[in-house]
């Protein structure tokens, strides 16, 4: 616990930091970005926070909003653009959340902020991802990302949460810098992305 409050100390005196050397990078971006997609450089989307709070995360947008002769959402492969394919590579899309960080929305190092569509297919051990506050990376994000599976990926999470410490989150920051410069694990294998979650099924307190 201890630890948990330092940790928001931090967030926000690195927060205030990186919004004041990224300010005038990140009015190039969004200028670069509304130029590419014509539209909003930023994307809102909801996901769910600490105790399964929703909040909304910001991004830089990278897709078009492209829709078929029947009105739905081409797929993410359909809409992405090449300047948002880059900034997806160098992870430079997840940069505006650091007002989330800011906020108090998210932090640093933590759990990924997932849908709020996932909720309902969570198991009961999965569920304890939502202790701690969501991070702009996490132990799941430097062990293979978008290349391994859901049920790998929350089990990072849960690690994660039952193990916080200083030094952990050391070594995730330095393992995360390591695969941005790497451009590791981005998306997963025949997705631009990553595949949406879908239980296999199996809930209750597994």
């Known amino acids: 616990m201890i630890y948990i409050k330092f940790?928001?100390?931090?967030?926000?005196?690195?927060?205030?930091?990186?919004?004041?050397?990224?300010?005038?990078?990140?009015v190039l971006i969004s200028l670069i970005v509304i130029f590419d997609i014509r539209d909003n450089p930023f994307f809102f989307q909801e996901r769910v926070g600490k105790d399964t709070k929703v909040f909304k995360i910001y991004k830089f947008r990278t897709m078009r909003?492209?829709?078929n002769e029947m009105g739905q959402l081409l797929s993410d492969e359909k809409r992405i653009t090449r300047i948002g394919g880059?900034?997806?590579k160098l992870s430079i899309d997840e940069l505006p959340q650091i007002v989330n960080i800011l906020k108090g929305?998210?932090?640093?190092?933590g759990p990924r902020p997932l849908l709020v569509s996932y909720l309902s297919e969570y198991?009961?051990?999965q569920m304890q991802r939502h202790q701690l506050l969501p991070g702009l990376s996490g132990y799941a994000q430097v062990n293979g990302r978008n290349s391994i599976s859901w049920t790998e990926?929350?089990?990072l999470d849960i690690y994660y949460v039952k193990n916080i410490s200083f030094l952990l989150d050391l070594k995730i920051l330095f393992l995360t810098l390591?695969?941005?410069i790497q451009q590791k694990d981005i998306s997963e294998r025949g997705y631009v992305t990553a595949s949406k979650f879908?239980?296999?099924g199996s809930r209750g307190s597994k």
Request: aromatic share 10%; glycine share 2%.
């Open 7 to 26: 940790k928001r100390v931090l967030d926000i005196i690195f927060s205030l930091i990186l919004l004041m050397m990224l300010l005038l990078p990140g």
């Open 65 to 67: 909003e492209k829709y």
């Open 86 to 88: 880059l900034l997806r």
């Open 105 to 109: 929305d998210m932090s640093f190092i």
């Open 123 to 125: 198991t009961k051990q």
């Open 153 to 155: 990926k929350f089990n």
């Open 178 to 180: 390591k695969r941005v």
């Open 198 to 200: 879908v239980n296999d």
